[in-house]
């Protein structure tokens, strides 16, 4: 079982930047897509970047052009660099990783802890 751990969120102003990271322990996922995806309280879970085993990515309309997702497998570690941050960023951050559908569909039974983002206006 490969353990997820999501960590670099905080508060930031309007128009800052965050970075995000989503490290593999116990495994490695460089074979898997990895998708990052937030939550806000009452809400589903959605997807808003992925990026597949061999790079490519994927963007939720709402980020695209201000997120960016990558890759270093030689650290076992996915990042989501965050630029020109709005408010209604704010949300808790997850990761996950495995097949493309599921990375699109989010379909897991286990989720890490979560990194929150806040974003003042």
């Known amino acids: 079982q490969v353990q997820l751990v999501e960590s670099g969120g905080g508060l930031v102003q309007a128009g800052g930047s965050l970075r995000l990271s989503c490290a593999a322990v116990?495994?490695?996922?460089?074979?898997?897509?990895v998708g990052w995806y937030r939550q806000t309280p009452g809400k589903q879970r959605k997807l808003v970047a992925r990026?597949?085993?061999?790079?490519?990515?994927n963007y939720a309309d709402s980020v695209k052009g201000r997120f960016s997702i990558s890759r270093d497998n030689a650290k076992n570690t996915v990042y989501l660099q965050m630029n020109s941050l709005k408010p209604e960023d704010t949300a808790v951050y997850y990761c996950?990783?495995?097949?493309?559908?599921?990375?699109?569909?989010?379909?897991?039974?286990?989720w890490g802890q979560g990194t929150q983002v806040t974003v003042s206006s």
């Open positions: 990026i597949s085993s061999g790079g490519s990515t």
């Open positions: 996950n990783h495995g097949p493309d559908f599921r990375v699109v569909l989010g379909a897991f039974g286990f």
């Open positions: 116990g495994s490695t996922f460089r074979i898997n897509a």
